[in-house]
């Protein structure tokens, strides 16, 4: 099964600094890959996506990147803000696109970011 | 929007005990999944269903089932409660599509075993 490995574990930067996460993962046959955040007690949102036939998407100050050959793909905030403060989660499955049904999502361990102000 | 619907918001059983979650997806949306996260963990997924058929298994034990009805609800039913069953239960929802499905979360519903 697909194992995503997701680095680090915590990281702390100050505000309005850049924060980059990075995860890589096993199965060539995973396609979606998405970054989820969450808050103490509450569920993960879904913050951005990407999937394998796009190799960077941004989303004002939230960037993913994919590198499908090095099985990789990496978060990337700028201009960090307190209430970025959070666990970041990666993910990744591969999506059947019609009448199969959908596969669980394979987590990453999650990143505590802490925004320093 | 509407958003994924779980409840009960937060539960306790004792140990041996049943416990059933509910889950109401995003409207619309034809998929739904169950997940586990304990404390300081990461989502493990449990199952999912598709249009009513269960899709994919993941680290479900056996003493727990579930179902997705003709509403598209579903149901996670947790039998023989352990103390280690304690966490916090995720339904998820999606809308299979061309584009490739996007999952969205509940807020979850908290299950402690005494």
């Known amino acids: 099964g697909e194992n995503v490995e997701q680095h680090p574990s915590t990281l702390s930067v100050q505000e309005g600094d850049s924060a980059v996460i990075k995860c890589t993962y096993s199965?060539?046959?995973?396609?979606?890959f998405p970054w989820y955040k969450q808050e103490l007690g509450k569920g993960p949102q879904l913050i951005i996506d990407?999937?394998?036939?796009?190799g960077e998407k941004k989303d004002q100050r939230i960037a993913v990147t994919l590198n499908k050959t090095a099985k990789h793909f990496s978060l990337h905030i700028t201009e960090t803000q307190p209430e970025d403060s959070a666990v970041y989660f990666c993910?990744?499955?591969?999506?059947?696109?019609?009448?199969?049904?959908?596969?669980?999502?394979?987590f990453g361990k999650g990143t505590h970011l802490i925004i320093q102000p | 929007a509407a958003g994924v619907i779980q409840s009960p918001r937060h539960l306790i059983k004792e140990k041996r005990e049943t416990a059933t979650l509910k889950c109401y997806p995003i409207?619309?949306?034809?998929?739904v999944y169950w997940y586990q996260q304990g404390p300081g963990q990461d989502p493990q997924f449990l199952i999912s269903?598709?249009?009513?058929?269960?899709?994919d298994k993941g680290s479900i034990p056996d003493r727990f089932s579930a179902q997705q009805f003709s509403d598209y609800h579903s149901e996670l039913n947790m039998s023989s409660l352990e103390l280690g069953d304690s966490a916090l239960y995720f339904c998820?929802?999606?809308?299979?599509?061309?584009?490739?499905?996007?999952?969205?979360f509940g807020e979850g519903s908290w299950l402690t075993v005494v």
């Open positions: 998820a929802s999606s809308l299979e599509g061309d584009s490739g499905n996007t999952i969205y």
């Open positions: 199965d060539s046959a995973s396609n979606y």
């Open positions: 990407i999937r394998s036939n796009v």
């Open positions: 993910a990744a499955s591969p999506v059947v696109y019609s009448g199969g049904g959908a596969d669980g999502l394979t």
């Open positions: 409207p619309r949306h034809d998929t």
């Open positions: 269903f598709y249009e009513k058929m269960q899709s």
